[in-house]
């Protein structure tokens, strides 16, 4: 265990038993490892970055972040004047690829070649508001725009296209299935799209609960896609091989399903900003489990992992931070 | 002589000039960064912020009904109006200004824009 890992548990346990937390709630705590991020910086989504890096989209200064749990030192790479990201994905070669809404543009950074390359949204088209990015089966970027689009960057030709969105304004998460199909959350609409990749035309897939506030989505690996629904406080699942819905109330009083994340193992992991808490779900035994999060106010907008971590950008505290699976 | 100039003065804080088409464009365009979230209907409850229909000279977190964070409704209970000064002020940098709201936006960096933005917000009551 390095200084800094040492460090990081010792403050969550003090944090949790400072609350005035059961020794068992302080055990949890340190589960959750946190990393110091430069002042000012505010991370809105993550990525695993390569050699245990953790990439972090710094929407308020601007520029992609590198954190490396293993030294807890921060790297920053500039993207461009007025950069001001929301998301951030990982493809091949660990190249990083931002939904930069400030520079109204998806970004990358191969951290091979230290290269960063700007594909602009067609200037015609105005701003964005962008949100998140996703693969398809051809290897291209299919990204939202919250203002009511969403598009593709076509990695061939470095061509951006843009089209309208059903409902207008919303689209926020998106999330690459495992046979490459491509599917987004609308937040303002509460509804689910699915893309058609080779025309572009978008289907609109209702779940259940009307205006539910679908925010963000996942897809596990047998390709159906996992909801987090802001408005409702409950998950849903969409499944496209028998065009069904199934949905669950999250635990506690007033929770609100901000992001969703399914691990390697199937697991659903939802972050609930009522209950300040990273909640586990088991859709075999439909169970939740709840793991409350050590400081107030985490404010976590996105989830992210990898065989056995999960990790989280707490908008709130202004940190990273890794929970130990 | 001085007393038409202060006249004039009273008139002109009282009764702005209609902003130009220009300027109404450049609002509305502004407003494109604030549509995802916000709306300018009183009936549109179901969105992810509160209403912008008469948030200029509204106090910081009175929309009834809506879920504002903890850092909102402290702002408003300690009396935080949004004039458009106020406005001014916090859309240069609103997650600087105020760290712990829920808004995840960097705000609106051009001066110019943020005027107008508020103008604009100005003609929603």
């Known amino acids: 265990m390095t200084q800094s890992m040492r460090t990081a548990s010792a403050v969550a346990i003090a944090l949790a038993l400072l609350a005035g937390a059961a020794p068992g709630a302080a055990a949890e705590a340190a589960r959750f490892q946190a990393f110091t991020l430069p002042a000012g910086d505010y991370p809105h989504d993550v990525s695993p970055g390569p050699n245990g890096t953790i990439y972090y989209a710094d929407q308020r200064r601007g520029g992609l972040g590198i954190v490396d749990p293993k030294t807890g030192k921060v790297e920053k790479v500039a993207l461009g004047p007025g950069s001001s990201p929301h998301g951030v994905i990982t493809g091949p070669g660990d190249t990083a690829w931002l939904t930069d809404g400030g520079q109204n543009a998806i970004v990358s950074y191969d951290p091979a070649t230290k290269k960063v390359t700007i594909y602009r949204i067609p200037e015609d088209t105005g701003y964005t508001n962008l949100n998140t990015a996703a693969f398809d089966r051809k290897g291209d970027i299919w990204f939202t725009g919250q203002t009511g689009i969403y598009g593709k960057v076509d990695l061939k030709t470095g061509k951006v296209s843009v089209w309208s969105s059903p409902k207008g304004r919303g689209p926020y998460g998106i999330t690459g299935t495992k046979n490459g199909d491509v599917y987004y959350a609308s937040l303002a609409g509460s509804y689910v799209g699915r893309i058609n990749i080779e025309t572009g035309e978008a289907t609109v897939l209702e779940p259940p609960t009307k205006g539910q506030g679908a925010r963000r989505v996942w897809a596990d690996s047998k390709d159906r896609i996992w909801v987090s629904e802001w408005i409702s406080g409950q998950i849903s699942v969409y499944d496209p091989a028998n065009w069904t819905w199934k949905q669950w109330k999250l635990p506690g009083s007033g929770p609100k399903a901000y992001a969703v994340y399914v691990d390697e193992q199937d697991k659903v992991w939802i972050a609930d900003w009522g209950g300040n808490a990273l909640v586990k779900f088991d859709p075999v035994t439909e169970k939740f489990e709840v793991f409350p999060l050590p400081r107030e106010n985490a404010n976590v907008r996105q989830i992210h992992g990898r065989p056995g971590e999960i990790l989280l950008p707490e908008s709130g505290p202004r940190i990273v931070s890794i929970f130990k699976k | ?125």
């Open chain 2, 1 to 125: 002589m001085k007393a038409a100039a202060v006249a004039a003065l009273c008139a002109a804080l009282l009764f702005p000039p209609p902003a130009s088409a220009e300027e109404a464009d450049a609002g509305a365009r502004a407003f494109q960064k604030c549509i995802s979230c916000h709306g300018l209907d009183r009936a549109e409850t179901d969105l992810s912020g509160p209403t912008l229909a008469g948030i200029v000279g509204r106090r910081a977190a009175a929309v009834a009904g809506f879920g504002y964070s903890p850092a909102m409704r402290r702002a408003g209970a300690e009396g935080l109006v949004w004039t458009a000064d106020a406005l001014h002020r916090y859309l240069t940098d609103p997650l600087g200004i105020m760290p712990d709201t829920t808004m995840s936006f960097a705000g609106v960096r051009d001066a110019g824009e943020r005027r107008a933005l508020i103008e604009y917000l100005r003609r929603f009551e």
